[in-house]
């Protein structure tokens, strides 16, 4: 995501993926899905704020792919504060 150290998909390109890969789970049968941006490396201490405003944008639209699914949300390094404030403007 932007503002991580090896940050280089533009976010709409990251979106879509995610899109994707949820439809892929849904048409798997699976009863939830979680959003997460495992793949921030390294990992940072404190995300910024831009990384809770793309995570928020990703997992509405993946809320929107999916809507009937359970949706989690983790930002990692224990953002957790920020990871409720995605969980709850993504619905």
């Known amino acids: 995501l932007a ?3 090896r940050s280089s998909l533009p976010l ?3 979106i879509d993926q995610a899109c994707q890969e949820a439809e892929i789970y849904k048409d798997a049968g699976v009863d939830g899905l979680i959003v997460e941006n495992m793949h921030d490396l390294p990992y940072t201490v404190c ?4 990384v809770t405003a ?3 944008v990703i997992s509405a ?3 929107r792919t999916c809507p009937h699914l359970a949706l989690g949300v983790q930002i990692l390094c ?3 504060q920020q990871a409720i404030a995605v969980a709850l403007a993504a619905g």
């Open 61 to 63: 639209a993946v809320r």
């Open 3 to 5: 503002g991580t150290p």
């Open 12 to 14: 709409t390109q990251i």
């Open 47 to 50: 995300p910024g704020p831009e």
């Open 78 to 80: 224990a953002a957790n």
């Open 54 to 56: 793309a995570m928020t």
